[in-house]
């Protein structure tokens, strides 16, 4: 699975929406979207933000592992 569809999918399971997201690891929503829309990958910073506030490892959010 790539990280746009495992950050989307972590999203919706969480029950949040995109604007949520992007203010409780503070950037900009249009930052976040490019992010689900596969036209950018996070930072590292912005990674363990993404990874933290899902609670899953940052392997996970890129594919690394199914384990999170």
Known sequence: MLFKERVR???KEKGE???QVAA???I??????RFE???NLPNLE??????????VT????VGRTNDR
Request: glycine letters at 10%; charged letters at 15%.
């Open 9 to 11: 999918a972590l999203r």
């Open 17 to 19: 929406t995109q604007v």
């Open 24 to 26: 409780a690891i503070g």
């Open 28 to 33: 900009a929503e249009q930052h976040y979207q």
């Open 37 to 39: 829309g596969g036209v």
């Open 46 to 55: 912005n990674a363990w933000k993404l990874a933290d506030h899902f609670n």
């Open 58 to 61: 940052i392997d996970y959010l």
